[in-house]
């Protein structure tokens, strides 16, 4: 069978590597598109936690540095506070002007201050400025860095100013002995001018106590914040901003020159503006931090908010720090990555269908190749050719393939015996058939010929008979008539015997098939029959006879020689009734023909069919031996049968069989 007649079958099934390869393909597809969703979805959250959590980081750092450059301040306020010429001092000034102790004057201890301060400043350089002033508010000394070139110098006597009025000096003296006031952070201001370039300066101060608990005076240092506010901006990271606000919300460091110390120049400008959250900050002191995204300058900015407390004795000054992260900036890492994902998956979707693919060529080679073997050679497969070898499913569906091949070649070459002697068979059959068919043709023939030539010496017999009564029947005597009687009664049976064999042989030659209404062809017979029947008062009973296709007049005869033989053959004293019934068949009639004579031994059942047999001498039932066998050759010319049932002395009932043509002739 050629290939294509199995394609529209094949076609409409997926091959083994389709059925793998498509759901394989399909659900890597499927997880990947699960997992970037998942990774798409998270990823904005992670990366807003990521930098808010790196914003905390960094103003923890700066809160730290912070409050070790406050400590750092304090700690140098309390040292030059500690150091021996502010005793000295004061020791003086209790004893009218001289120490006791060593007979220092208060100038040389002013003088022995002075050092101490410059190398403070020395050592110190965001300490710009530190003095002593007595309680009274006059500047006793005052070591600064605004020399020439900013040099480190003590400003002369006449120079030194009253600060009774200050703030820091009434805030400071009303602290206890070693306590710390801590200043507003502030631009340094010299005789109440902006000192340029600006400084944001915060004043340390202690006060001093003499002996008596007395208040003797407070030490003050000037610190200049600036590097302090450089160092936490290089905290925060290059792409961050960073601001610093006052404990009122007041700038004291952004990137905007007009916004930093506006305060100081009667302006406003406040951190709450562009953070709101500030303000919880502002309001609750224990709050530390504040983190949160907010949208300026129609940017999206993820901002960490800390609030600083640095002054140990006063918990409400502190430094508001602000970092910020424009979010878009950290956006563009999420494009980073996904790109670096996206190209990642298309990887994994390669890989997978390269390995989907050798995944089920390895599967569905072995089959394909199997198939390949069965298709190319059909039947006639060797087992070489399947892998009947290998392991496992494969292995074992190889093997009951091989297995069906070898019964399918066993039996195909059985098959092949068996047909090769069925066609030797059948060829003889047709031989002998038509040997068959010769032979009857020739019987036919010499039937034929036989009883029309043995019919030409009967009828000169007959005519001599005949010619021999007419010249010398008066001179015959009674012996001799009877004799001439005996030849002519002889010579018209052998011409009815004659007839009888032709009429046979002729049957069925010269007629065709026609419908014929079996209930009229009988009704014809009985009226054909009626005086036989008036004589002996015998009775045909029949009803409802079927209409088939056959050869009418051989019908007729049929029914007419079964009928004229329940009449002939009846029982001396029993008036003879002759039943005759069809029945339905599967592609035939059967009728039965039943009466009630002297019934036939069953050892007769047999040859009472074959031509010229009777059972009865000529003088019990006249006869010739031919009706019986006619009726079977008719019955045989209809493709049937014929046979008999009787019982000696209760009746007789032949059947036969017509087969009903009609249809296969429709
Ligand atoms: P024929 O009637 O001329 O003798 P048939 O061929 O018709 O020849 O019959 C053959 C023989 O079968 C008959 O001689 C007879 O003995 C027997 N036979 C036929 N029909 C019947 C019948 N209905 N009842 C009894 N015997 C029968």
């Not at 305060?263 to 224990?286: K, M, V, W």
């Not at 065709?512 to 017979?525: G, I, K, P, S």
């Not at 047999?613 to 066998?629: C, F, N």
């Amino acid at each position: 069978m050629p290939a294509s007649e199995h394609m529209p079958i094949l076609g409409k099934r997926k091959s083994i590597t389709q059925r793998i390869l498509f759901p394989l393909v399909a659900l890597i597809v499927l997880s990947n598109l699960v997992v970037l969703s998942i990774i798409m979805g998270q990823l904005d959250q992670q990366l807003l936690d990521a930098t808010e959590q790196d914003l905390i980081n960094e103003s923890e750092l700066q809160a730290v540095q912070f409050r070790a450059n406050m400590a750092e301040l304090i700690r140098d306020l309390r040292f030059v506070t500690g150091t021996p010429p502010i005793q000295g001092l004061i020791r003086a000034e209790r004893h009218r002007g001289v120490d006791p102790s060593d007979g220092s004057s208060e100038a040389e201890w002013v003088a022995r201050l002075g050092v101490i301060f410059s190398e403070m400043l020395k050592a110190k350089p965001q300490n710009v400025q530190i003095r002593f002033i007595r309680a009274n508010g006059l500047e006793l000394i005052r070591v600064d860095r605004y020399g020439p070139n900013g040099a480190i110098q003590r400003v002369s006597q006449n120079k030194l100013q009253d600060k009774s009025a200050s703030k820091y000096l009434s805030e400071t003296l009303n602290l206890d002995s070693g306590q710390v006031y801590l200043s507003d952070i502030e631009l340094n201001r010299e005789f109440g001018e902006i000192v340029e370039p600006l400084q944001p300066v915060i004043r340390a101060a202690t006060p001093v106590y003499n002996a008596d608990g007395d208040l003797f005076g407070i030490v003050i240092i000037n610190h200049n914040l600036q590097s302090t506010f450089d160092a936490l901006k290089s905290i925060a990271g290059v792409d961050h901003q960073f601001v610093i606000a006052n404990g009122r919300g007041e700038y004291l460091a952004h990137p905007e020159a007009e916004r930093r110390f506006a305060f100081e120049y009667g302006r406003s400008s406040n951190i709450s503006q562009d953070f709101p959250a500030t303000q919880r900050l502002l309001d609750n002191p224990q709050l530390e931090v504040v983190n949160g995204k907010v949208n300026a300058n129609a940017k999206a900015l993820v901002y960490s908010l800390r609030s600083i407390a640095y002054n140990p004795e006063d918990s409400t000054d502190r430094l508001i720090l602000a970092t910020s992260h424009d979010f878009q900036d950290a956006l563009a890492i999420k494009e980073r990555v996904l790109s670096k994902i996206y190209l990642f998956l298309l990887f994994v979707l390669l890989m997978s269908g390269v390995l989907a693919i050798y995944v089920s060529r390895r599967i569905a080679g072995p089959i394909i190749a199997m198939r390949n073997t069965l298709n190319r050679d059909g039947l006639a497969t060797q087992s070489e050719d399947l892998p009947i070898q290998d392991g496992g499913e494969l292995g074992e569906l190889a093997r009951v393939f091989d297995n069906l091949l070898q019964e399918l070649s066993r039996k195909q070459a059985l098959l092949a015996t068996e047909v090769a002697e069925r066609k030797g068979a059948e060829l003889e059959l047709r031989v002998n058939n038509q040997k068959l068919k010769v032979a009857y043709k020739e019987l036919e023939q010499f039937t034929y010929i036989a009883s029309h030539d043995l019919q030409e010496p009967l009828r000169t017999v007959q005519s001599l008979v005949e010619m021999f009564e007419e010249n010398y029947g008066s001179e015959m005597d009674e012996q001799a008539k009877t004799f001439l009687g005996f030849i002519k009664e002889s010579t018209m049976r052998m011409t009815a015997l004659i007839r009888g064999l032709l009429d046979y042989g002729r049957l069925g030659s010269e007629s065709d098939l026609t419908e014929v209404d079996c209930q009229a062809l009988v009704n014809a017979v009985c009226v054909d029959l009626g005086l036989r029947l008036e004589e002996v008062g015998g009775r045909v009973e029949y009803k409802d006879l079927p209409v088939i296709t056959g050869k009418k007049t051989e019908l007729r005869l049929l029914f007419q020689n079964l009928i004229s033989n329940g009449l002939k053959f009846r029982r001396p004293d029993v008036p003879p009734k002759i039943v005759i019934a069809a029945e339905r068949g599967l592609d035939c009639w059967q009728f039965s023909i039943r009466d009630n004579g002297i019934g036939i031994a069953p050892e007769h059942f047999q040859h009472i069919f074959m031509i010229f047999q009777r059972l009865h001498g000529r003088d019990e039932y006249e006869g010739s031996g031919i009706g019986l066998a006619h009726c079977k050759k008719v019955v045989e010319l209809h493709g049937g049968e014929i046979w008999v049932e009787s019982q000696l002395n209760v009746g007789t009932a032949f059947y036969f069989s017509l087969r009903d043509t009609r249809d296969e002739q429709a």
